[in-house]
């Protein structure tokens, strides 16, 4: 299983077949497809709120999301997330959230945390 990070508007049309999984606070109304969830990588509405306020940088952000992502197991994670490509034809997977691939965005920091995963774009 692969696991890659893209966007939402981006994977709209999903055509590399991947199974989508939501790892923003939010996901769009609009979005087409059936979204797994986990909720264990959402950044939480007090980290959003307080960065779009300007009252965190992208290294605050970077910071608390990080703490909080060390609270966590990767391996219970990547479990997870391999239940996920078994329930769905063992296809690779793609952990989703707004920002475009070239915006700073939590997904980013995601990635560097599980290592081994790639983007879309």
Same mark, same amino acid.
């Given at each position: 299983?692969?696991?890659?990070?893209? =966007? =939402?508007? &981006?994977?709209?049309?999903?055509p590399? #077949?991947?199974?989508?999984?939501?790892?923003?606070?939010?996901?769009?109304?609009?979005?087409?497809y =059936?979204?797994?969830?986990?909720?264990?990588? &959402?950044?939480g509405?007090?980290?959003?709120t307080? &960065?779009k306020? #300007?009252?965190?940088?992208e290294?605050?952000y970077? %910071?608390? &999301?990080?703490? %909080?992502l060390?609270?966590?197991?990767?391996?219970?994670?990547?479990?997870?997330?391999?239940?996920?490509?078994?329930?769905?034809g063992?296809?690779d997977?793609? $952990?989703? *959230?707004?920002?475009?691939?070239?915006?700073? *965005?939590?997904r980013?920091?995601?990635?560097?945390w599980?290592?081994?995963? =790639?983007? $879309?774009?």
């Amino acid at each position: 299983m692969k696991i890659f990070t893209s =966007y =939402y508007k &981006y994977i709209e049309m999903n055509p590399h #077949g991947l199974v989508p999984v939501q790892i923003s606070t939010s996901a769009p109304k609009w979005f087409p497809y =059936y979204l797994e969830k986990l909720p264990e990588l &959402y950044p939480g509405w007090d980290i959003v709120t307080l &960065y779009k306020k #300007g009252e965190l940088t992208e290294e605050m952000y970077k %910071k608390k &999301y990080f703490d %909080k992502l060390c609270l966590l197991r990767k391996e219970e994670i990547l479990e997870k997330l391999k239940v996920f490509s078994i329930e769905n034809g063992n296809r690779d997977i793609v $952990l989703l *959230c707004y920002e475009r691939s070239e915006d700073f *965005c939590h997904r980013h920091i995601v990635a560097e945390w599980l290592g081994g995963v =790639y983007e $879309l774009r």
